[in-house]
């Protein structure tokens, strides 16, 4: 039986096993101050998936994230944050990859700029009327 709470589980087996001792957990989520406020308090790396949205709203929150490590008294050498992709493809090489895959990407952007809407306008961003409540 395996029993987890927040920041730990017991009895669990991982295979492979990790090469890393001990296992880095990563806080997967950008999506709001608190979230990255609670990947800072407890020292976790924080991973944003969201590089094909508007980058303004994430960067913000990456500089809250390295302000609230800093502020946790974590060392600001130790930092780590990933950023993923809706997207991925593999060729023989990464010439063809890049070429045959491009047109793909664009499109993607395009039309994720296009379809520009609320979830994608965090509410603590500033808009031309002044910051949201």
């Known amino acids: 039986m395996t029993r987890c709470s927040a920041r730990r589980c017991a009895d669990a ?3 492979p096993r990790p090469l890393q001792r001990p296992i880095r957990i990563w ?3 950008a999506t709001s101050q608190a979230s990255v406020d609670l990947a800072a308090r407890y ?29 946790y008294g974590h060392d600001p050498a130790a930092i780590a944050v990933g950023a993923g992709t809706a997207g991925y493809y593999a060729a023989r ?3 063809d990859a890049i070429e045959a895959y491009r047109p793909v990407f664009a ?17 603590w961003r500033t808009s031309s009327s002044g910051p949201r409540p």
């Open 43 to 71: 020292g976790d790396p924080l991973f944003s998936a969201n590089v094909t949205n508007p980058i303004d709203p994430y960067a913000e929150l990456i500089r809250y994230y390295r302000e609230r490590w800093v502020h």
């Open 107 to 123: 499109g993607h952007l395009r039309s994720s700029s296009a379809s520009a809407c609320s979830r994608c306008s965090p509410p």
């Open 27 to 29: 806080h997967g989520s």
């Open 93 to 95: 090489n990464s010439q």
């Open 13 to 15: 087996e991982v295979w």
